[in-house]
């Protein structure tokens, strides 16, 4: 590949720029109570938050396939940062975002085609799997670090918020992301270190394991264990219940709330 080639595959699209001054132009409006309705400005930053979230998550995959050995990640337009180059705009983008519209669950749903026969060592494989959740953890980080930094002292209980339950979404993705289940990454980071038998046995359930796990969350036991595990982690980054539910209320800011998991969001 030519040098122009690869800064082509590397340039960052420009829609995912438009998501990012997206988000940072409604952050403005949240901060400002700059628009008719606060909570559709809530709306549009944690939209454009999450879809940022995920392309960074797919970008994690990729970069670090990059230099584990699969040289064709750039010709894919994986490294652009273009939401619409992972995989399919409707499973891995649309899918995701109606969960979140629905009741607040980051459900991981992109993803990037790497091709593994490049790639040697079973490190390499697990750090590929890895990087995506591990993406989430640091965003999660990023979102919260005003409130234990304590920058938020006097702002905006809207601005707190939004950035609560945008985090809440990182760590809801991160936590079911990284759980050992075929399909999802923590599998993956696992997988190569297992026997060809069980890689086998498992290899037919991995299409079907995002949905069993999230079958599994319409156990109100299940539930509420999950969202307690949540809660606690976003506690200890000194976010509060009442921000993560508050940022909810103002996200759903449609007069009629839809029927399903936002009906047993747990946040009180």
Same mark, same amino acid.
């Given at each position: 590949m030519t040098a122009p @080639?690869?800064?082509?595959? +590397?340039?960052?699209?420009?829609?995912?720029?438009?998501?990012? @001054?997206?988000?940072?132009?409604?952050?403005?409006?949240?901060w400002k109570d700059a628009v008719a309705s606060t909570g559709f400005a809530v709306f549009l930053f944690v939209v454009s938050g999450w879809i940022v979230s995920?392309?960074?998550? %797919?970008?994690?995959?990729?970069?670090?396939?990059?230099?584990?050995?699969?040289?064709?990640?750039?010709?894919? &337009?994986?490294l652009t940062l273009n939401p619409l180059r992972y995989t399919h705009p409707l499973?891995?983008?649309?899918?995701?975002?109606?969960?979140?519209?629905?009741? &607040?669950?980051?459900?991981? &749903?992109?993803?990037?085609?790497? %091709?593994?026969? !490049?790639? +040697? &060592? !079973?490190?390499?494989?697990?750090?590929?799997?890895?990087?995506?959740? *591990?993406?989430?953890?640091?965003?999660?980080?990023?979102?919260? @670090?005003p409130f234990w930094l304590g920058w938020l002292d006097g702002a905006p209980l809207e601005f707190r918020a939004a950035l609560a339950f945008l985090a809440l979404l990182q760590v809801t993705a991160a936590l079911l992301n990284s759980l050992p289940v075929p399909g999802l990454d923590g599998y993956g980071v696992i997988e190569p270190w *297992?026997?060809?038998?069980? !890689?086998? +046995?498992? %290899?037919?359930?991995?299409p079907f394991g995002l949905l069993a796990v999230f079958g599994l969350l319409w156990i109100p036991e299940v539930n509420v264990v999950f969202f307690d595990a949540v809660d606690a982690m976003l506690r200890a980054l000194d976010v509060s219940e009442y921000e993560t539910w508050y940022g909810l209320e103002s996200f759903r800011f449609w007069p009629e709330q839809p029927s399903g998991p936002a009906d047993w969001f747990p946040v009180h």
């Open positions: @080639a690869a800064r082509r595959d +590397q340039r960052v699209s420009p829609v995912f720029l438009a998501l990012v @001054a997206i988000m940072g132009v409604s952050a403005w409006a949240v995920l392309c960074l998550h %797919e970008y994690a995959h990729a970069r670090v396939a990059l230099h584990s050995g699969d040289l064709t990640i750039g010709a894919k &337009g994986y499973l891995s983008i649309g899918l995701p975002l109606l969960f979140v519209v629905m009741g &607040g669950i980051g459900l991981p &749903g992109g993803a990037v085609f790497i %091709e593994r026969h !490049r790639i +040697q &060592g !079973r490190w390499k494989h697990s750090l590929i799997s890895a990087a995506g959740p *591990l993406t989430n953890v640091l965003f999660a980080v990023v979102l919260t @670090a *297992l026997s060809s038998g069980v !890689r086998r +046995q498992a %290899e037919p359930f991995a």
